[in-house]
């Protein structure tokens, strides 16, 4: 299975900040890479797909990159609805795999 | 659009098997995957299978591939996931959500069911 690492478990930061959140793959995945953002007591929501394209409907202050190994995702000017778990996952083969999560609080 | 409905929490004992269901609305069917995944209190998502619902087809992650089995009803557009020999580690919100290709991501969720198992 490929193993997906996320850093940092958690991220402190204030209204307004920018913050990135890296996400490590084991294997090459290409670019078959997505985010999700989690609220407690919530599914997770789907941000981005393909490590850079934004979900219909997501704020652009979010952003993805990278390729094969290495990805980040971040939010340019940090809003309070933000505050959140994000969670990387790959879905270049089965089974698909999940990182740890990123508790991002103020 | 679309939505995904879950049924409602189930406590169960050890041992046990549980079933819970996935009713699909507001969008075609047989377009889109179903998968199942869970998160025990305070973790993280775990992938556990998926199927098509165009045919039944489905695959399982490896550490499930012997309790679980996940079927639908495309009459009733309801997938269902069914997994037995539960133990107090399957304790977890179970969500089904939909990808639009095999190897797609998940850009609909259902609201998740909580499944305790305790004695």
């Known amino acids: 299975d490929i193993q997906m690492t996320q850093s940092p478990s958690t991220l402190s930061a204030s209204v307004g900040d920018r913050v990135t959140i890296t996400c490590r793959a084991s294997e090459r995945i290409s670019n078959w890479l997505a985010w999700y953002q989690q609220k407690p007591g919530k599914a997770p929501r789907l941000l981005i797909h393909?490590?850079?394209l934004l979900e219909s409907g997501v704020p652009s202050r979010f952003s993805g990159s990278g390729s094969e190994t290495d990805f980040t995702l971040t939010i340019s000017s940090l809003q309070p609805d933000d505050f959140a778990t994000y969670y990387c996952?790959?879905?270049?083969?089965?089974?698909?795999?999940f990182g740890q999560g990123t508790k991002l609080e103020i | 659009q679309g939505h995904l409905v879950q049924t409602g929490a189930e406590v169960k004992k050890p041992g046990a098997s549980v079933k819970v269901s996935c009713k699909a609305s507001?969008?075609?069917?047989?377009?889109?995957?179903i998968h199942w995944i869970r998160q025990a209190p305070g973790r993280g998502l775990e992938w556990m299978g998926i199927i098509n619902p165009d045919g039944g087809r489905t695959t399982y992650a490896p550490r499930f591939q012997s309790r679980v089995t996940i079927s639908t009803d495309t009459s009733t557009t309801v997938v269902y996931l069914d997994l037995s020999g539960l133990r107090s580690d399957d304790t977890a919100v179970y969500y089904c959500?939909?990808?639009?290709?095999?190897?797609?991501?998940?850009?609909?969720w259902g609201q998740g069911t909580l499944v305790t198992v305790s004695s």
């Open positions: 996952q790959h879905y270049n083969n089965y089974p698909f795999t």
């Open positions: 507001g969008y075609s069917f047989t377009d889109y995957y």
């Open positions: 393909r490590a850079s």
């Open positions: 959500a939909r990808g639009l290709g095999f190897i797609k991501p998940f850009d609909l």
